[in-house]
């Protein structure tokens, strides 16, 4: 590590840069936003969209911002006339190859795509293509992949290949016939998925979409809670989507401290739980063989003499709690706490071993 | 975590997980990361594609063993052996690290005298492992400038888990590899909030942040803010409740969301115990083998639907958020203070974060933490005041025990506390598969994990398959000196000659009818991966 720092002009606003920094990087430090499509933080720069052209004073091509690196007293305008035409020209290009969607996608408001087209105003008419007709793939309990609606940005092969190392899908045949796919176009199954939903969270589009949350209410409309894993001790965070009390998908967290947006299967796709209907929806007393509903005030003013009274028999410290690494810090201390002034005894253990 | 916190003072991983990916060596030692820590696989993985080199010791063909620059094959049960046997490779070659060795530990000459035994002859025939990949292992973790190490239950299941993580502590120190960015000692916890539940939680001889009951200064300090007096005797830990259970001398138990009947190993003898309590109240989320047991089941409130924090292996607090409604209406905490206010004790919280305020008035590590500092990127203890920015790298220029030195404790390999032999000739090892988690209540009730890994398999190599004529997908009975269960067979290369592999995450095969009853004696963890089985078909 070099302790150079460089000077650089963006959009006429000086920031100080070190060697290897990206334009791209170099822009966001001073909070001057370049559309991007192919990249994703996660991922290594990669170049494949050249929506994020800018232009640099001395250089007669405009640059792709997320793949060229800054150099001593660069002078970069990332918004100028010529470059606008160009981006929507490639937006243009985009979209004559795209379905007209929009209005029952599932990435509606949630979509890069949409929102660039918003903003350079195309919508695709002005190329008349080829299109895909290609059918929507399902054939797995999490994944959706729309290929019609793919922009081949090549994010979901990326990630899937550098970030997890699953090689699940590559891009698979040439020209106007290319798309990422599974190898031999297989269905997805533990064999060759991890069901990371890595890619999902990564395509800029609707092409790729959580299975299992799809129809359940759009980006807009989910109120998202920021909350951290309750499986592993990693500690990811993730954003769970809630609607009408329900939690209807968890959605990556970028920035998150440990885990930037990344999840495992249990993280992402292991919510359902919240809601089932196994759930345990009221306390329980035990009846001879039956477990009978009770209300809260039935079962612990129950609980409180039972304790009391094996208290008062046997003394103390023939009685116990056992708390578990599931329960929250608060949780756990308040165990810790309850059984010492409570119970009057230290018995009191937690499963925290493994 | 009592060997991390012999060796350095704290029970607790040195380093950060953001800062795997800059290692230049990293060493995994018992952990199947990218299955039991997926998102910590990834770092590692980052750091692969950035050139570091990797070091897997593990019994088992995993996913990272493929990668490695160097894999340990070891046989189970021989941390110990595997590791005084590197030492002794650094120590032949002058790769040790003579000045931190000097300046920052002590003990080194006990250490120095017992890795004498441990030739690389010795341990190849204690191991298996052949002496060139001990010795490329070796130069490679000493010579590298940033190396660390991550290890897992792989080390501490076993009844000398304790040992295991002292001899890695041993490994570390002798290298200087700690107390640096990049370097360290991580240990991968399994659930969620190990770390959370052992800092602040319930110990029959300690109170909340490993504060010794025996002290009367501490005492005072609870007593003061509790408002009771406590009793200074140590209670009992759990498994010597339910031995005083079946005694018929422990008489109630209150069971806060754990699954003990399923996830305890030599599980006849928990039922046994369950069954012989007057009174067992178990608050959980979903009915379990456990809540079989109860007089009266409480409702849980999941993770979704109350405030509170979690804290992750790398000892970072960090927020969870109430979603939604508990499905019952009240979420575990409530429930602890109303049924104290009932019994005549009062708790009056209004919220978690009150119950933060109470932690970091009496926990040191946890005195700078507040909910309102707790933002989106959580606080890594220890975090001694509110100013303290949080620890990323621990023991920097001292270590957490008293006088600032870490301390080498020479040891000898001790194996399994059960062999395989005759008529259970193999050897038993448990853990996780990536899509499920511990007694499965939850992966379970999630429509999509469950179609995919639907049951409990058994893996086995391909030479004890055909030796035993069981064929892929065959159901076989597999039995240890304690119970039997029938389970399906998966063939496999993961696994070798004599060594079988189960998970538990499903009600259907109590895989814990199986595991052995030893223990680590000073942390009682149970020894989850030895046990030796009979396979038939
Ligand atoms: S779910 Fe994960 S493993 Fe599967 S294709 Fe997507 S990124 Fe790859
Ligand atoms: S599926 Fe999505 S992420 Fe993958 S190439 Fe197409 S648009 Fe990009
Ligand atoms: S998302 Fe996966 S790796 Fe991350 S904390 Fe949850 S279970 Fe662990
Ligand atoms: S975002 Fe830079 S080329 Fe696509």
Redesign the pocket.
């Known amino acids: 590590m070099s302790d150079t720092k460089w000077k650089v002009t963006i959009n006429g606003i000086e920031v100080e840069c070190v060697p290897h920094e990206t334009i791209l990087q170099a822009a966001k430090k001073v909070g001057v936003k370049i559309p991007t499509l192919?990249h994703d933080d996660r991922l290594e720069p990669y170049g494949g969209c050249r929506l994020c052209i800018v232009h640099v004073k001395g250089v007669p091509r405009p640059l792709p911002a997320c793949t060229t690196p800054v150099a001593d007293k660069m002078d970069i305008t990332t918004d100028t006339d010529s470059i606008r035409k160009i981006r929507a020209n490639i937006l243009e290009l985009l979209l004559s190859n795209h379905p007209n969607d929009c209005m029952r996608c599932e990435a509606t408001g949630d979509c890069t795509l949409q929102d660039l087209s918003y903003e350079y105003k195309v919508d695709g008419k002005r190329f008349e293509g080829e299109q895909w007709d290609l059918p929507l793939r399902e054939d797995n309990p999490f994944i959706t992949?729309e290929?019609n609606?793919?922009?081949?940005?090549?994010?979901?092969?990326r990630i899937c290949n550098e970030v997890v190392m699953a090689g699940t899908?590559e891009?698979s045949g040439r020209g106007f016939d290319s798309?990422?796919e599974t190898s031999f176009k297989k269905p997805r199954t533990l064999d060759n998925c991890e069901f990371c939903g890595q890619?999902v969270s990564?395509?800029?589009?609707g092409?790729?979409t959580d299975k299992r949350g799809r129809g359940k209410g759009r980006s807009y409309e989910l109120e998202k809670v920021r909350t951290t894993c309750p499986y592993c001790g990693t500690g990811c965070n993730f954003d769970l989507n809630v609607k009408d009390g329900k939690v209807v998908k968890v959605t990556s967290a970028l920035d998150a401290p440990v885990n930037h947006g990344n999840l495992c299967i249990k993280g992402r796709y292991g919510y359902e739980f919240i809601h089932s209907f196994e759930r345990i929806q009221t306390p329980l007393i035990r009846k001879g063989d039956k477990m009978v509903t009770a209300s809260w005030d039935e079962a612990l003013d129950f609980i409180a003499s039972k304790f009391k009274s094996l208290i008062k028999k046997y003394g103390e410290n023939a009685v116990g709690g056992y708390s578990s690494a599931r329960c929250t810090n608060e949780e756990n201390f308040l165990l810790a706490k309850f059984i010492r002034t409570v119970f009057k005894t230290n018995n009191v253990d937690n499963c925290a071993r493994v | 975590m009592a060997g991390l916190a012999t060796s350095f003072g704290a029970g607790a991983a040195s380093n950060s997980f953001n800062q795997i990916g800059d290692a230049d060596t990293i060493f995994v030692i018992g952990s199947n990361t990218t299955e039991g820590h997926p998102i910590v696989s990834l770092h590692v993985k980052k750091a692969l594609r950035k050139g570091a080199k990797l070091i897997v010791a593990d019994p088992r063909k995993i996913w990272l063993a493929g990668k490695a620059n160097v894999w340990l094959n070891q046989k189970p049960g021989t941390n110990i052996a595997l590791l005084n046997g590197l030492i002794h490779i650094i120590l032949k070659k002058g790769l040790e690290n003579k000045d931190f060795i000097s300046k920052r530990t002590e003990g080194f000459k006990e250490l120095k005298e017992k890795v004498q035994e441990y030739d690389p002859e010795t341990v190849m025939k204690i191991t298996g492992v052949p002496e060139e990949c001990l010795v490329e292992a070796a130069y490679t973790y000493a010579t590298s400038k940033k190396s660390m190490i991550l290890y897992g239950l792989g080390v501490s299941e076993h009844r000398t888990g304790t040992e295991g993580a002292i001899a890695i502590a041993n490994l570390a120190l002798v290298c200087g590899q700690i107390g640096r960015t990049s370097t360290g000692v991580n240990t991968l916890r399994g659930q969620n909030n190990v770390q959370g539940a052992s800092d602040l939680g319930p110990y029959p001889n300690l109170l909340p942040g490993y504060q010794q009951l025996g002290d009367p200064a501490v005492r005072a300090r609870f007593e003061k803010i509790w408002d009771v007096p406590i009793d200074p005797e140590p209670g009992l830990k759990f498994p010597h409740m339910l031995d005083a259970a079946i005694s018929k001398k422990m008489k109630g138990l209150f069971i806060l969301g754990g699954d003990q009947a399923h996830t305890d190993p030599n599980i006849h003898k928990v039922w046994k115990a369950l069954g012989s309590l007057e009174f067992l109240v178990v608050q959980d989320l979903f009915h379990t083998e456990t809540t079989k047991y109860a007089d009266v089941i409480l409702p849980g409130a999941s993770f979704a639907e109350k405030d509170g924090t979690f804290t992750n292996g790398e000892r970072r607090v960090q927020r969870i958020r109430k979603a939604v409604e508990p499905v019952a209406g009240m979420a575990d905490w409530e429930v602890i203070c109303k049924l104290a206010n009932k019994m005549g004790y009062p708790m009056k919280y209004n919220h978690p974060s009150e119950i933060m305020k109470e932690i970091a008035s009496l926990v040191p590590n946890y005195a700078g933490i507040s909910y309102e500092r707790l933002g989106k990127d959580g606080i890594q203890w220890p975090c001694p005041t509110k100013d303290h920015p949080g620890t990323t790298v621990m023991y920097e220029n001292v270590f957490a025990r008293p006088g600032g030195l870490a301390r080498f404790v020479a040891l000898d390999q001790i194996g399994p506390g059960e062999e395989t032999d005759k008529e259970y000739p193999y050897h038993l090892i448990t853990g996780r598969v990536r899509e499920h988690y511990n007694n499965g209540s939850m992966t379970r009730r999630s429509p999509g994990i469950k179609e995919l890994v639907p049951e409990e398999l058994i893996e086995i190599s391909p030479s004890d398959a055909k030796k035993l004529n069981i064929s892929d997908g065959e159901f076989v009975k597999v039995s240890s000196r304690r119970g039997k269960v029938t389970v399906k067979a998966k063939v496999t290369d993961r696994s070798p000659k004599g060594v079988v592999f189960m998970a538990f995450h499903h009600q259907k095969v109590l895989t814990n009818v199986l595991t052995s009853h030893h223990r680590d004696p000073y942390t009682d963890t149970p020894e989850y991966k030895a046990a030796a089985v009979k396979i038939e078909r």
């Open positions: 192919c992949f290929p609606k793919c922009v081949l940005c090549g994010r979901c092969v899908i891009i798309i990422p890619c990564t395509c800029p589009t092409a790729l």
